[in-house]
Structure formats: structure tokens, C-alpha cells
């Protein structure tokens, strides 16, 4: 009988607690408001599920201005000679440039061959003439241009920004900075101008500007100026922080270039000190150097010497240059 009762107290508080799991539980834990929390969020409002759809939309254009972005960077990368001649600011064709580098190069050739150098060293000279040395004023004029167009890109963001404040458009704002800035800045935003005004959208026109100046400030307002006329939003404050961020990595370019300044210096002494010592020693006792240039062995050693001073030049130079 005992051991009846005890089986019967233990099943009844089972059942007990079971029927209390069942029904008190909910309540107490907060389970049931959940439930009823969710539910409510399901039933969304459509107001809520307009504002949905409104805010996937602007993130597919955004996801698809980044995409244009991309594939126009890879495109970028593969730069014809008459338009590196564009970025460069010069005028000259490809025909002309190909014309003065030819005319260089047999000129060089000439005349180290009529002073008494030999075939080899003469074709050399014709072409570092020809195609080394153009090429090289060719890209040391772009990298002079990108120079001074970034200098000037703050403040014409400034100007920007300023003129939509007041009430502007954004094209006109553009316009203000084509005849006020100096060039290339000038050049470049007439550049947008004339583009737009044959039917291409502003921020398209505004993105051809990477092409033509390929640098990433360059890229990052075509990519504002893009993202803001497809999926709107508050401009000003948009290119406002473009141009914060622009400032800063001027301040940080010329850090970089100032911590690099000694490193910079060392390497022009180290590349400069054996032609200098050459230059004194044959100055001195030209018997005792010319031995270099007239004896097949000279040759050769002077040969090696060029190959090894260039490739430690070569490293020294990557290793003190910094992108950011």
C-alpha cells in the first residue's frame, strides 16, 4: 500500500508539472510576447515594406556603380600612347610622337657612330634615344599634371560643395569650378562639361574623368558624383567628406615624402659617387682609366658595373617608394 501512494504522489506531481510547463511556462518566460512580438513584425505595414524595396533598390545601384568602377578600372589599365599623350597635357598625335622619337633615336645613333663609337654601342644610344627617353619626359610631364591637379582638387570640391549649399545645381556648380580653377584642373571639368552637354548623364561624365587622369582621387569623386544621381541623398555632405579625405591623403603624401626625404638622398649619393669618381680619376690620369672603354676586358667589366649600379638603383627605388 505504501509503495501504491508513493507511485501515486510521484505520477501526480509529474502530471502537475507537466500541466505547468505546459501552461504557466509561456507566461512567465516572456515566450508567448515573443511569439506575439514576431507575429506583429510579419505583419508588416506597407509603408514599411515600400521603404523595403526603396532601400534594396538603392543598394542594387550602388552595387552596380561599384561594378561599373571596377570594370572601368581594369580598362584603365591598359593605356594607349594617345592617351598617355592626353594625361601627359600634350597636344602632339600618336604619328607625331612616334615621328620626333624615330628622329631622336637616328640622331643619337649618327652621331655617336660619326664620333668614333662602335655599331653596338651606337645602335644603344639610338635606342635609349628613341624609345627611352621620350617615353621618359613623357611620363615625367603626366606625373607634373597629376601633381597639380591634385593640389587644386580640394579646393574645387570646396567650390562644389559651397555651391550646392547656396542653392546651385550641381552642373552649375561644375561650371563655376571650369572658369575659376587653374589648369589642368580647368581643362578637366570643361572636359565633364562638354561631355554632358552631348547627352551622356552627369555622373558617367563625371566617372570619364579617371580615365583621362588616373588617379584614385580622381576615381573616388566620378564614384560619389555616380552613386549620389542614382540613388540620391545629400550631396553636399557627401563631397564634403570627399573632401576631407582628400586633404588627408595630401597631408599623408607629404609625410610619406618627407620621412623618405633621407632615404631618397642617400641612394642619389650612392647611384652618383662611382661616375663622379670616374669622372675625377680621368680628369687626373686618363692613361690609367681609359683602359676600361678601350680593352676588351675593360668593356666587359664596365658592363657589369652599369648592369649592377642599375639594379641597385632599381631597388633602392622600390624599396623608398611608398602607394597608398
Partial sequence: MKMQALALAFLSAVTIGGLA???????????????????????????VRRED????????????????????????QKVSLQLRLAQSGMSWTKQQFLIVSGMLGVIAFGGSFFMGAGFLPAAGFG??????????????LKKRREAKFL?????????????????????????????????????EFNAIIETQSIGMPLGEACQRLYERMPLPEANFFGIVIAIQTKS???????????????????????????????????????????????????????????????????????????????TGIFVMKKMINFDF
Fill in 151 to 187: 593640389n587644386a582638387l580640394p579646393d574645387a570640391v570646396d567650390i562644389i560643395v559651397r555651391g550646392i549649399k547656396a542653392g546651385l545645381p550641381l552642373f552649375d556648380s561644375i561650371k563655376v569650378v571650369a572658369s575659376d580653377t587653374p589648369e589642368p584642373l580647368r581643362g
Fill in 53 to 76: 524595396r526603396v532601400q534594396r533598390s538603392k543598394r542594387s545601384q550602388v552595387e552596380d556603380s561599384l561594378k561599373e568602377v571596377e570594370e572601368r578600372h581594369k580598362r584603365a
Fill in 127 to 140: 635606342v635609349a634615344a628613341g624609345f627611352g627617353l621620350p617615353r621618359w619626359v613623357l611620363n615625367f
Fill in 232 to 310: 540620391g541623398g545629400n550631396l553636399s555632405e557627401a563631397l564634403g567628406n570627399l573632401s576631407k579625405v582628400l586633404r588627408d591623403r595630401r597631408k599623408m603624401a607629404a609625410k610619406i615624402q618627407a620621412m623618405s626625404m633621407e632615404a631618397k638622398a642617400s641612394a642619389a649619393i650612392i647611384g652618383a659617387l662611382p661616375p663622379i669618381v670616374m669622372i675625377m680619376v680621368y680628369i687626373m690620369t686618363p692613361e690609367y682609366i681609359s683602359l676600361l672603354w678601350t680593352h676588351p676586358t675593360g668593356r666587359l667589366m664596365l658592363a657589369g658595373c652599369v648592369v649592377w649600379m642599375s
Fill in 21 to 47: 510547463w505546459v501552461f504557466l511556462y509561456p507566461l512567465l518566460s516572456g515566450e508567448r510576447k515573443a511569439q506575439q512580438r514576431r507575429a506583429s513584425l510579419a505583419r508588416t505595414s506597407p509603408t
